[in-house]
């Protein structure tokens, strides 16, 4: 019966450490989604700030 405690008590913390490690890995990637987001923005800021330079050049 102690066995099977003990067992039971070992696969919860498994169970509980990887959920931290979810945790740790799903606000990981959030941020990486941000930022990636981010980098977008300013590429599309940049490219539509190019045009624009490009055709008063080109006047």
């Known amino acids: 019966m102690q066995n099977v405690q003990a067992q039971l008590k ?3 913390m498994r169970v509980y450490q990887q ?6 890995l799903t ?3 959030r941020a990486e ?3 990636v987001e981010q980098l ?3 590429l599309e800021f ?3 700030n190019s045009e624009k330079d490009f ?3 080109a006047k």
């Open 10 to 12: 070992q696969s919860l």
């Open 19 to 24: 959920e931290d490690e979810i945790r740790e």
């Open 27 to 29: 606000a990981g990637l």
């Open 33 to 35: 989604k941000a930022y």
């Open 40 to 42: 977008q923005r300013q």
């Open 46 to 48: 940049t490219q539509g």
């Open 55 to 57: 055709l008063i050049l």
